[in-house]
């Protein structure tokens, strides 16, 4: 029987958007058929269920309150000078059940029930008791303006917060405890503490103090800045999802969004000078020896002016030979690879220098002692336990240069942000390719869109023909650092694979 109910219920049910709506029809005065729809703020189902449910026994209430109203207004009609107090107090008890059907039904008056309490008031007030009379008609006209009303409850800014890390489980894990740490962050700077109700939290004062902490948050970017404003505005927002009569969303409109920053505006990446890159490569820094990957992405950043995450996320099977050339094929066939454009996919020969340092060698050996499948990855530190894209080799890279003298930390130990990074070796490699090799070859082995027709057509040039082209720069000048450490990574990373 309740499956038979709850499937009567669902006709009613559309989804639109990954929202739910209530959708009906009804008759106008006209004979003519109109829908009526109306969100439900909600993606789940059962709670869409559930939300009908209250729907419908709310329209059944609210039927019950109209005719109620209705038989009050016409007891009103009969009011004169001659009314009893009792008659009196029986119509301020209708006057009162009246009321109480209604808030049940939608938490408020409706049209024929405010008009009701008009004129009981204007009734009352009109009429001229004597001094007995008076003492019964105070506390009724006292009652008039009284409205029952449901008491709605808020929760807590701690239990918010908790609700809403649960409810947006399409994130890390990582990334939601960041993100409730600093939503925790931001309820301090608005003079609250988790145990405050939320609805504190999105007053105007305390917003304005939000607000005002974002932009003076020392050292720290638009960027930044701009994602802690996302933050809140998440949290508002699903906080309407879970009561839109208890949170408006007027509030947000009350502050400036904050502004996108231009390309030019978020600070370009520098490519290392030849003295760093002798510098990156010191025997006297132990780094690459506690993280041999890390020497391995330099070199295929290097070579083949890869970014990061491609050159972190190659796996055994991208490399291949490709017409009697061995290359790197860099696609985009994992959830962890993050390829930015559709040039980015292209495959790429292995730069003889780069064999020369025995990197076929080290992957061929390492997959077989490992029993590895072509669909491992060559550098397993790439993926975390959960499955994502471990993002750690950007902070190790930075970390490498602070010990080797090419950057510095600020006041809170941070790196300083002066352009120069993993993806600087990219730009490295692009120097190198574009004083030395055919321009329409630089964008094909990069992965850049062509800028011209021109440019965009690489259909004549096979692997082999590029290959030979890339033979013509090098990397002569630090190439006896660069054997050193080779040889060091390879015995680490093979003694790891036993």
Not at 20 to 41: E, N, P
Not at 295 to 306: K, N
Not at 350 to 355: G, M, S, V
């Amino acid at each position: 029987m309740r499956r038979k109910c709850d499937a009567a219920l669902t006709k009613n049910l559309i989804l639109r958007g990954r929202m739910y709506y209530y959708r009906t029809d009804y008759k106008t005065s006209d004979g003519k058929r109109h829908a009526f729809r109306r969100s439900l703020h909600t993606s789940d189902f059962c709670t869409a269920v559930a939300f009908i449910k209250r729907i419908k026994y709310g329209a059944f209430q609210m039927n019950d309150a109209l005719t109620t109203a209705e038989k009050f207004l016409n007891k009103i009609q009969k009011i004169d000078k001659n009314m009893t107090p009792e008659e009196m107090l029986y119509i301020e008890q209708m006057n009162q059940k009246m009321r109480e059907a209604a808030a049940r039904a939608c938490g408020g008056p409706s049209d024929k029930w405010a008009f009701a309490t008009e004129q009981t008031q204007q009734a009352m007030y009109g009429l001229d008791f004597g001094a007995t009379q008076q003492s019964v008609a105070t506390p009724i006209s006292q009652s008039v303006s009284t409205v029952v009303t449901p008491v709605k409850k808020s929760i807590s800014i701690e239990a918010m917060i908790a609700r809403f890390r649960k409810g947006k489980d399409t994130k890390c894990e990582k990334y939601c405890r960041v993100r409730a740490q600093r939503l925790n962050e931001l309820v301090k700077a608005a003079g609250l503490t988790p145990h405050d109700d939320f609805r504190t939290f999105v007053e105007y004062e305390h917003a304005q103090k939000v607000f005002d902490y974002i932009n003076a948050r020392p050292d720290t970017g638009a960027r930044t800045r701009r994602k802690l404003f996302g933050y809140f505005e998440q949290l508002i927002k699903y906080a309407i999802l879970v009561d839109r009569d208890l949170y408006d969303t007027h509030i947000l409109a009350e502050f400036p969004i904050m502004p996108k920053l231009k390309k030019c505006d978020k600070g370009e990446h520098v490519p290392f000078t030849d003295e760093e890159l002798n510098l990156i490569f010191r025997e006297d820094v132990d780094t690459f020896d506690k993280k041999p990957y890390l020497f391995w992405v330099c070199v295929i950043a290097m070579f083949s002016g890869s970014r990061q995450n491609a050159a972190y996320t190659l796996q055994y099977k991208d490399i291949r030979e490709i017409d009697g050339v061995w290359c790197m094929d860099f696609v985009d066939d994992s959830p962890i690879k993050q390829l930015k454009t559709t040039a980015s996919e292209r495959p790429v020969p292995i730069h003889l220098q780069q064999r020369e340092l025995g990197f076929l060698e080290m992957v061929f050996e390492q997959k077989k002692r490992l029993g590895a499948s072509d669909k491992d990855f060559i550098f397993p530190t790439c993926k975390t336990k959960n499955g994502h894209y471990n993002g750690h080799i950007t902070r190790d890279f930075c970390e490498h240069l602070v010990k080797v003298g090419i950057k510095k930390k600020d006041a809170r130990g941070h790196c300083i942000k002066d352009g120069k990074d993993m993806h600087s070796l990219r730009n490295n490699a692009s120097i190198k390719m574009q004083s030395a090799i055919n321009p329409a070859m630089v964008n094909r082995i990069i992965g850049w869109d062509g800028k011209d027709a021109r440019e965009s057509s690489y259909s004549k040039f096979g692997v082999a023909a590029i290959a030979a082209e890339m033979e013509k720069f090098n990397y002569d000048e630090i190439m006896p650092k660069m054997r050193y450490w080779a040889k060091r990574t390879i015995e680490k990373i093979l003694s790891l694979s036993v």
